[in-house]
């Protein structure tokens, strides 16, 4: 009995012996098969069967090809859908800067409508005053000093030293100030609110005449009114008949207060004034000529009637 199990042990390592003998030949021999086969498919002609053949063998054989197909496959639209989202996204980047320069032509077509209804506005209301003179643009403000601003209109404009300056504001034309030097192509306005201006003018409802004058701290100030005065608050002032400078009726502003004191002693009060025209927002003015009143047939404001 341990002869038969030695014999069938003897066995099982002979056979095992020739399986191993027989997978070490196939692997050696393997190679040269395919050598072989592939030496075959080069040397023959190249005909439609012949190359069929081929592709066929070389797609069996070789499972690294089989591979390569299937990611070719896979990926063969990717390249044109990479492509598109990239033109996609480049169109998309354009129809933004177009979208945006749209919108900022638009705002500044809304701007330039504004700004020329504006104009149209202001020169009808400087054609209803019947002042000649030069219309002109403020171009610059003094930083060191607020109380001056320059005009693009000058001496070959016609613009003259000491030529008093008109406003407009919210559609209300007032006095704004007066021309203190000229170049050729601008001119130096110093306000109203300055402390070195002031002007000969008149209240609409006392008739009482005063000195309005620059405080220096960007207002006015109605000077010499009797202590005595009755006056209102909210009575419009104007420029006088009796200035020097400035024609009759240029409004200046109105009374901001009836409760006004003067200095202790002094027979007069100085209420400041609520201008018409204020200096720092005005865009547009009308230089007029030194010394020049309103045209024949028209006024600006009421004139004062002579006393009786």
């Known amino acids: 009995m341990l002869y038969a199990a030695w014999n069938n042990m003897q066995r099982d390592k002979t056979s095992k012996k020739k399986s191993e003998n027989y997978d070490g030949a196939y692997l050696r021999?393997?190679?040269?098969?395919?050598?072989?086969?592939a030496l075959l498919v080069m040397v023959l002609p190249l005909q439609k069967p012949v190359n069929s053949a081929r592709v066929a063998l070389s797609y069996v054989f070789?499972?690294?090809?089989?591979?390569?197909?299937?990611?070719?496959?896979?990926?063969g639209g990717t390249g044109d859908a990479v492509r598109n989202l990239i033109n996609a996204a480049a169109e998309n980047s354009e129809l933004k800067d177009e979208i945006a320069r749209l919108r900022i032509d638009n705002a500044q077509t809304e701007v330039l409508r504004n700004e020329n209804e504006r104009l149209s506005n202001i020169l009808n209301i400087f054609k209803q005053t019947k002042w000649a003179g030069v219309w002109a643009k403020i171009a610059y403000r003094e930083p060191s000093r607020r109380s001056m601003v320059i005009a693009d209109k000058g001496s070959s404009d016609g613009v003259e030293l000491r030529?008093?300056?008109?406003?407009?504001?919210?559609?209300v034309v007032g006095l704004l100030g007066k021309v203190i030097e000229v170049t050729p192509n601008t001119s130096k306005i110093l306000l109203s609110t300055d402390e070195d201006f002031s002007v000969t003018a008149f209240l609409s409802q006392s008739r009482i005449e005063c000195l309005a004058a620059g405080s220096g701290r960007g207002g006015m100030a109605a000077k010499y009114i009797p202590l005595e005065a009755r006056i209102t608050e909210g009575e419009k002032v104007?420029?006088?008949?009796?200035?020097?400078?400035?024609?009759?009726?240029?409004?200046?502003?109105?009374?901001?207060?009836?409760?006004?004191?003067?200095?202790?002693?002094?027979?007069?009060?100085?209420?400041?004034?609520?201008?018409?025209?204020?200096?720092?927002?005005?865009?547009?003015?009308?230089?007029?000529?030194?010394m020049f009143?309103?045209?024949?047939?028209?006024a600006a404001a009421p004139r004062r009637e002579s006393k009786k």
């Open 29 to 37: 021999w393997l190679p040269v098969f395919y050598g072989l086969l």
């Open 163 to 171: 030529a008093p300056v008109i406003g407009v504001d919210d559609g």
């Open 293 to 298: 009143g309103p045209a024949q047939g028209g």
């Open 62 to 75: 070789i499972p690294q090809l089989r591979a390569a197909n299937a990611v070719a496959g896979y990926l």
């Open 238 to 290: 104007y420029t006088s008949v009796s200035s020097a400078l400035f024609p009759d009726g240029v409004l200046i502003g109105a009374l901001a207060s009836a409760a006004a004191r003067g200095e202790e002693g002094s027979v007069f009060i100085a209420p400041p004034l609520k201008l018409a025209v204020d200096p720092l927002s005005v865009k547009e003015v009308l230089i007029l000529a030194p």
